[in-house]
């Protein structure tokens, strides 16, 4: 079975764009979370999606926006980049989104701006 | 504010040595405490989970010992090895379903 698939892998972006990241689930599973790992950092929590609601948001601006579709994949749009937004953007899929659920992650998407 | 701090930053161990790294949470509505190993350029994998009702738990090499009372705990690798070398995380559940990190162990482990 495949796992958690984020795309694109890379990403270079200048400052003031916007950028689309995408992560496909793994199959059956219902939720899927973006998290933010800056280099020498743990990943920080960005959203939660679960069935297609936004059950959970971390400490991020206004400018970081996400969704779930009906086939359980989910998109993570940034607009107005700055320097300090480039960072390893992880998906992570689980069963039900409960914080007891094992959560796998994606490879992620990174991205640098410029 | 950091609700996970973990220790040490960085960890140098000889091949068939223990690793041992250890964290320590602020928050009792926590109840389910993973740890991620992540090798570079991918995405963290789960190695082993606990919840706070068990003292203990192993999975071959790997142990993690908890200590509800003191809101600590630590990953203990046994007969460590090269392959081993990689970024450990230490996490905890959190109410939204997220996982809040710590800041990661930078494990070597010398042939």
């Known amino acids: 079975d495949a796992g958690v698939t984020q795309s694109p892998t890379h990403l270079i972006k200048t400052r003031g764009q916007h950028v689309t990241l995408r992560c496909s689930p793994i199959?059956?599973?219902?939720?899927v979370s973006w998290y933010q790992q800056v280099l020498g950092q743990g990943p920080q929590f960005i959203f939660q999606y679960y069935e297609k609601e936004e059950r959970g948001r971390g400490n991020f601006p206004d400018r970081f926006s996400a969704r779930q579709f009906p086939n359980y994949s989910s998109e993570l749009n940034v607009n107005a980049l700055l320097l300090g937004d480039s960072a390893l953007y992880l998906c992570a899929s689980s069963l039900w989104g409960r914080n007891t659920d094992t959560q796998y992650f994606g490879p992620g998407t990174r991205l640098t701006v410029l | 504010q950091q609700q996970v701090k973990q220790s040490p930053q960085s960890l140098i161990v000889q091949k068939g040595g223990i690793s041992i790294i250890n964290c320590a949470y602020e928050n009792t509505a926590f109840d389910y405490f993973p740890w991620y190993q992540q090798f570079p350029g991918k995405g963290p994998a789960l190695l082993i989970a606990i919840r706070p009702d068990v003292s203990e738990k192993k999975e071959g090499r790997f142990t993690i010992s908890f200590n509800k009372s003191a809101k600590q705990f630590s990953l203990h690798i046994m007969d460590s090895q090269p392959g081993d070398s990689a970024t450990y995380f230490c996490?905890?559940?959190?109410?939204?379903?997220?996982?809040?990190f710590g800041k990661g162990t930078k494990l070597s482990v010398k042939p």
């Open positions: 996490a905890a559940g959190g109410s939204q379903g997220n996982l809040i």
């Open positions: 199959s059956g599973h219902k939720s």
